[in-house]
């Protein structure tokens, strides 16, 4: 009887305790901060290519829910738009269809691609971030558009390079991250990580394209954060963030009138405050239910980016609280099920992966539907899958792609102790259910 009582801490326990030590001890290619010499995990070596059938069902509903959401109120709030300025009603349903299929197109190929391989990609995927960032700043190949410089023009489309950084800034920093194992505790490796973040907010910010630079920042602390790093030394980072973002504001006039209006947007109704007034008035007339889908008074060039960033405001004037709430459980579900994904990733690098692209787009939404509602100033960012826009859909739906396959090989390995969460439990019990049970068994 001693014996079947003895902790599990590597004494002999027959069959049962030997079942029990598997379930509890981990694997030594899933210990934090191990780095491979090969650049490849035992795990990577078994995986094979992820089918779709393997894949998140309810992740899957979520993301397809939003998207064809996003096209019904893009053609609602966009068709008189499309008729006045294009003479096609549809015109932009069009376009934002075109771009979709891209994006879909992009989420298969990266939903059955191995997620191990985009960590033997940083190298090249960090080049080409910064190349297409410098880029769209030289005359002739940047696109300006209201004093920004955020685009290139391929033809009838327009890409925006920060959308696509903002994915390969995750790879890239996922990658490093791991590769410094337990040296991220260290205030050194806070420092550098602070001058990469550093270096490349300066190259969005100098596109005056603020909103996606605090996208970015917020997603840079959130991978720190969750590679391992001490709380102070994320702290830190976070109020360096906060100081250059008031930096940012305080050098451009129109950053300063954004911030004046957000305090008081009926102060100046017609000029600064405009669009802040149009969307709470959009919101205010829908009500509970709404007056009806495309029945939109703020659609007919009252509500400026009716289509694109205060989308949500025609959601809620036409569609009311209830589409309100409907949009928010969307994004709630695919969040839930991509925290679900980064806690049973098979690695550290897939658990950084899902952690940061369910963060990215989980931050721009909350930010995107705040700046709506007047909770925060006005940034000028989409609201993911919803608002119209091109390179920002077709990147965005790549990026669940990859989250999708680390969800997949998370589900079919069936890894039951993951160190890089059980650190942060802080009671040194595995994150997955199924195995406490089984190790509550096995003590009993």
Request: aromatic content about 10%; proline content about 4%; some cysteine.
């Amino acid at each position: 009887m001693a014996a079947r009582t003895r902790r599990l801490d590597g004494s002999p326990l027959g069959l049962l305790g030997r079942r029990a030590q598997a379930v509890l001890a981990p694997s030594e290619a899933f210990r934090p901060g191990r780095v491979q010499a090969s650049g490849r995990s035992r795990i990577e070596d078994r995986v094979q290519e992820v089918s779709l059938a393997q894949m998140d069902g309810w992740l899957l509903a979520a993301i397809a829910s939003l998207c064809a959401f996003g096209l019904v109120m893009v053609y609602s709030a966009s068709e008189a738009l499309g008729y006045a300025w294009q003479g096609d009603p549809s015109f932009y349903f069009k376009r934002q269809l075109l771009w979709m299929a891209i994006g879909v197109v992009g989420m298969v190929l990266a939903a059955r691609l191995d997620y191990h391989r985009w960590r033997h990609w940083v190298r090249p995927l960090a080049i080409c971030s910064v190349g297409l960032l410098l880029l769209v700043l030289l005359p002739h190949l940047g696109t300006e558009r209201l004093g920004a410089r955020r685009w290139f023009s391929l033809g009838p489309l327009s890409v925006q390079p920060s959308a696509a950084a903002t994915l390969m800034a995750i790879v890239c920093f996922s990658r490093w991250l791991v590769d410094r194992g337990p040296g991220v505790r260290s205030w050194r490796i806070a420092r550098h990580f602070a001058l990469l973040l550093g270096g490349l907010l300066t190259l969005v910010v100098l596109e005056r394209d603020l909103g996606s630079a605090v996208i970015l920042a917020a997603v840079g602390i959130v991978l720190f954060a969750l590679g391992g790093a001490r709380k102070r030394h994320v702290l830190f980072i976070l109020a360096g963030a906060v100081l250059a973002a008031w930096f940012a504001i305080r050098i451009e006039a129109y950053r300063t009138h954004r911030l004046t209006s957000f305090r008081d947007p009926f102060a100046d109704p017609l000029n600064t405050g405009f669009q802040s007034v149009q969307s709470l008035l959009a919101l205010g007339s829908g009500g509970f239910s709404g007056v009806g889908l495309g029945n939109s008074i703020q659609k007919y060039q009252w509500l400026p980016e009716a289509h694109t960033d205060f989308i949500f405001a025609i959601i809620g004037e036409e569609l009311g609280l209830v589409g309100c709430l409907a949009v928010i459980t969307g994004f709630l579900g695919l969040g839930w099920r991509g925290i679900r994904a980064s806690l049973r990733a098979p690695d550290r690098f897939g658990a950084l992966l899902a952690g940061g692209i369910t963060g990215w787009i989980c931050i721009q939404a909350f930010i995107n539907i705040a700046a709506v509602t007047s909770v925060v100033p006005t940034t000028g960012i989409p609201l993911p899958f919803i608002s119209y826009g091109g390179s920002s859909l077709a990147m965005t739906l790549v990026a669940v792609g990859v989250l999708c396959n680390v969800s997949a090989q998370g589900r079919r390995q069936g890894i039951s102790r993951r160190a890089h969460v059980d650190r942060w439990r802080g009671d040194g019990g595995t994150s997955d259910s199924r195995a406490r049970g089984r190790a509550g068994a096995a003590a009993r």
